[in-house]
């Protein structure tokens, strides 16, 4: 029994994950306190009896989880600091715009009157399509053309309330026109740019250098020509956004700030500034260390909310600017929780060997002295035998090309080396100041675990910007695991490795992983995916969406498939890369042909080709048991 939380679950689980009494990793309910959990492998079990991993676990209660403790963080403080107006939260629909995810946000969020931020026209769409409540926004940043004008102008006939933010001249020039045209006074917002910058991953969508955002001179000159057009009574909101993934808390609060001096600044050139934007940013502490660090935050959700509340107040209490709505666009923070990847290990490549092969009359003298090196192994002289270690490897290596040792003999060689650096790993496994050569040969040791799953499909933020996802074996928690190694996606593509991993202990090149054996089944599950991992992935090899499965927790361990969706069939992958799949069968089918007329194979086999190409063709495009 391992009774260690060696992959830090309960830092990072926090309300969300636990290890049940089984040893196996458990879903909790965050409503309902003291209710038992439920064990994910319970999910995927039945899952596997219609479908195939890789899964998306989408759990439906995590998404209203967070979208209700943010608001009512952000009301406890509103209460406590007596500050004289509302919150109202929009979800940033690039974050993940599954449809699940909108339709459930947007259902749940009604009665606190939630909204949208859209930053396409495709996301536009999916906004106006949901059913929001009369007060709820659909803020519209983005590059806007006519289009996207009109249709955010026509939605007010609609009953929505739809604010363009301008985050240009040349778009506010087109918004005038256009709303002149339809004759629908538009509703208007301004995206400032702050000074203040951030640290962490997303630091250059802050301060002066960011891509978003009118610098100060711009920002008087919209206001100008408002009021030429007679139109700065339109101006009711002002939209600012630091950033995502804001690690420290006085940032946030420095962030605020400038955006206060902004709104009392544009409120007193005569704008009816209604809403204060603070944006995006609340962050999530993927490896549970709590500091302000890339992947972790050194704050909780009710800090954030408290100093947004209170710096909001005492700044314009300063300037005697009435209280706004505050609105923040939590993105991450509202769904990231919500989806989880499973898939399964396929195969292992382990570098150890657990038997030092018997050495032979025939075999060269420096095998010998090979194993000779165990007989004077201790800690104190780890760095010595590594030398000579890699000193007579190298040497055998060289005569294995020379053609004066065979391809058995290296096989023995190669086979001793592993074995006396296992010894070695194991040696050191409690010794830290050993050289860095010693420490990268000890990890390159770690053994590879192969994994039914895509990285660029389902991770691309692990591939592009080292993104950290907690990960773990989602049964056996309560074995201790005797592997250590690296996880290796199903593509062809050697960046489709995972090699950082979040342990109790901190960060690690490495993690550990039960054994398998006897073609066991053997599932990983990596959390928090639900934030821009869905759709930024990409078809890498051809490897499609993975099968999605929508949960609700019932209580007594029980849970709800609301909804399945279907990963991506190979037909669909094919027609992306432009490829007909009819086409395809019918080229296949005269390549057979011409094979039956050469006789070189029979109808019947012809007949039992086309019926697997056609299998395929209908098939999920990750391996299938
Ligand atoms: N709002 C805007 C304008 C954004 O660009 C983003 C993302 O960067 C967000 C909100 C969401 O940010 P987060 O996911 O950090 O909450």
């Not at 605020?256 to 500034?273: D, N, V």
């Not at 650096?421 to 990268?440: F, R």
């Not at 390159?444 to 933020?461: K, R, T, V």
Request: some cysteine; overall charge positive; charged content about 25%.
């Amino acid at each position: 029994m391992s009774d260690k939380d060696i992959y830090g679950i309960k830092k990072w689980g926090k309300e969300f994950f636990e290890i049940s009494k089984k040893g196996n990793l458990a879903i909790k309910n965050p409503f309902q306190r003291n209710n038992v959990s439920i064990e994910l492998i319970s999910i995927i079990h039945k899952l596997n009896k219609k479908f195939s991993p890789p899964y998306i676990i989408r759990i439906i209660d995590y998404l209203e989880y967070m979208i209700h403790q943010i608001h009512e963080k952000f009301n406890k403080s509103i209460d406590e600091i007596g500050y004289k107006n509302k919150y109202r939260g929009v979800f940033p629909v690039k974050v993940n715009q599954q449809a699940q995810v909108v339709e459930q946000i947007t259902k749940y969020g009604k009665k606190l009157d939630f909204g949208l931020e859209v930053g396409s026209k495709p996301e536009l769409l999916i906004a106006l399509t949901q059913k929001l409540s009369k007060n709820s926004l659909v803020i519209c940043n983005g590059v806007k053309d006519e289009e996207f004008i009109k249709l955010c102008l026509l939605s007010s006939k609609l009953s929505f309330k739809t604010i363009i933010i301008l985050e240009s001249i040349k778009e506010l020039n087109l918004v005038i026109k256009i709303s002149k045209v339809v004759n629908i006074l538009p509703l208007l917002g301004i995206r400032i740019k702050l000074t203040n910058t951030i640290s962490g991953k997303w630091s250059q969508s802050s301060g002066d250098r960011s891509a978003f955002g009118l610098p100060v001179e711009k920002i008087t000159e919209v206001i100008k020509i408002l009021k030429e057009n007679n139109m700065l009574k339109c101006l009711i909101l002002q939209h600012s956004h630091l950033g995502s993934q804001v690690p420290d808390i006085i940032e946030i609060r420095k962030y605020t700030q400038e955006a206060c001096r902004f709104f009392s600044e544009i409120s007193k050139e005569g704008a009816p500034l209604k809403y204060i934007d603070l944006g995006g940013g609340l962050g999530i502490d993927y490896t549970g260390q709590n500091k302000s660090m890339a992947h972790s935050i050194n704050y909780s959700l009710e800090e954030y909310c408290f100093n947004i509340i209170e710096t909001v107040k005492l700044e314009l209490d300063k300037e005697n600017v009435k209280h706004p709505i505050i609105i923040t666009e939590s993105g991450r923070a509202s769904v990231a929780a919500s989806s989880i990847l499973v898939f399964n290990i396929l195969d292992t490549t382990l570098f150890d060997t657990k038997t030092c092969p018997k050495i032979s009359k025939t075999d060269h003298i420096y095998l010998s002295y090979m194993k000779q090196i165990l007989n004077y192994l201790d800690k104190e002289r780890v760095q010595e035998c590594f030398n000579d270690l890699n000193y007579y490897r190298d040497e055998l290596r060289i005569l294995f090309r020379n053609n004066q040792i065979n391809l058995k003999e290296m096989a023995k060689i190669e086979k001793t080396y592993l074995f006396i650096l296992s010894k070695m790993k194991a040696l050191l496994e409690k010794k830290n100041n050993v050289s860095d050569d010693v420490l990268k040969a000890i990890n390159d040791l770690a053994d590879i675990y192969h994994g039914n799953f895509s990285l660029f499909q389902s991770l691309p933020d692990v591939w592009a910007i080292d993104q950290l996802h907690p990960i773990t074996p989602i049964h056996k928690l309560n074995k201790k695991p005797t592997r250590r190694a690296v996880i290796n996606d199903i593509t062809c593509d050697s960046d489709g490795m995972i090699s950082k991993f979040v342990l109790n202990d901190g960060i690690s090149n490495t993690i550990p992983l039960h054994e398998i054996k006897n073609n066991e089944d053997y599932y990983l599950g990596v959390f928090f995916v639900g934030a821009y991992q869905e759709t930024l992935g990409d078809l890498h090899n051809l490897f499609g969406d993975t099968n999605v499965a929508s949960i609700r927790l019932l209580e007594n361990s029980e849970f709800k498939i609301i909804h399945e969706q279907i990963g991506d069939k190979v037909s669909e992958v094919l027609s992306y890369a432009e490829y007909s799949p009819t086409k395809l069968l019918k080229n296949f089918a005269e390549i057979a042909d011409v094979s039956v007329k050469n006789k070189s194979l029979k109808v019947n086999e012809k007949n039992k080709l086309l019926k697997i190409f056609k299998d395929s063709i209908q098939g999920y495009t990750y391996y299938e048991n």
